[in-house]
């Protein structure tokens, strides 16, 4: 059974970074496309980025473009999102995600494991 783990998260002044990780378990994840998303309350879960596990294909939502990093270290089997000059509208809880294919995708419905999340709050 897959398993993903997230940790990392917490609370941060606005401007500051903070590293998350995803440790995913259970499964082959060469062919995987590995996901993160974030909610706040009241809210749709919003895609935030996307990596191949077997490659260094990568896509970011427009709105953290040039400030967050996704990337994967696949000795560890783990997912990271670098968020640099994190703004207060950044605060949500951030999901670590698993696509069982190569394709990229933002949808929620595509992906088929989840993580149980980690807050990220960004103060003034």
């Known amino acids: 059974q897959v398993q993903l783990v997230e940790s990392g998260g917490g609370l941060v002044q606005a401007g500051g970074s903070l590293r998350l990780s995803c440790a995913a378990s259970?499964?082959?994840?060469?062919?995987?496309?590995m996901g993160w998303f974030r909610q706040t309350p009241g809210k749709e879960r919003e895609f935030v980025a996307a990596?191949?596990?077997?490659?260094?294909?990568?896509y970011y939502a427009d709105s953290v473009k040039g400030r967050f990093t996704i990337s994967r270290d696949n000795a560890k089997n783990t997912v990271y999102l670098q968020m640099n000059s994190l703004k207060i509208e950044d605060t949500a809880v951030y999901y670590c995600?698993?696509?069982?294919?190569?394709?990229?995708?933002?949808?929620?419905?595509?992906?088929?494991?989840w993580g149980q999340g980690t807050q990220v709050t960004v103060s003034s």
């Open positions: 995600a698993a696509r069982r294919s190569f394709i990229m995708s933002e949808l929620i419905n595509d992906y088929d494991y």
């Open positions: 259970g499964g082959t994840f060469s062919s995987y496309r």
């Open positions: 990596i191949l596990w077997s490659s260094s294909s990568t």
